[in-house]
């Protein structure tokens, strides 16, 4: 079974970067496309970014692209995401998920989750 673990959530002002880490354990890791989500407080989940398990292909929600820019590093099980310019309604818990396909996460259903990353961006 694969656990994933979030990491380098925090507290930064409107306009400024943050990259979120998820480390993985399990050998399905470098097969699987791996994606990011994040909750809104009162919001539902939603689907931000996701990317092959080759890294050859990535998708974005309309909200975040050309700002977040998702990644991986097979070799150390881990994937990232990269956020520049962010505004205040970035603001949510941040999860990572995987799944066989990056179609499978854009719709918003994940195999296994992490526990997520708290990210508050200050206005």
């Known amino acids: 079974q694969v656990q994933l673990v979030e990491s380098g959530g925090g507290l930064v002002q409107a306009g400024g970067s943050l990259r979120l880490s998820c480390v993985a354990s399990?050998?399905?890791?470098?097969?699987?496309?791996m994606g990011w989500f994040r909750q809104a407080a009162g919001k539902e989940r939603e689907f931000v970014a996701a990317?092959?398990?080759?890294?050859?292909?990535?998708a974005y929600a309309d909200s975040v692209k050309g700002r977040f820019t998702i990644s991986r590093d097979n070799a150390k099980n881990t994937v990232y995401l990269q956020m520049n310019s962010l505004k205040p309604e970035d603001t949510a818990v941040y999860y990572c998920?995987?799944?066989?396909?990056?179609?499978?996460?854009?719709?918003?259903?994940?195999?296994?989750w992490g526990q997520g990353t708290q990210v508050t961006i200050s206005s």
């Open positions: 998920a995987g799944a066989t396909y990056v179609g499978t996460l854009q719709g918003g259903r994940g195999a296994y």
């Open positions: 399990g050998r399905t890791f470098s097969t699987h496309a």
């Open positions: 990317i092959s398990w080759r890294g050859d292909a990535t």
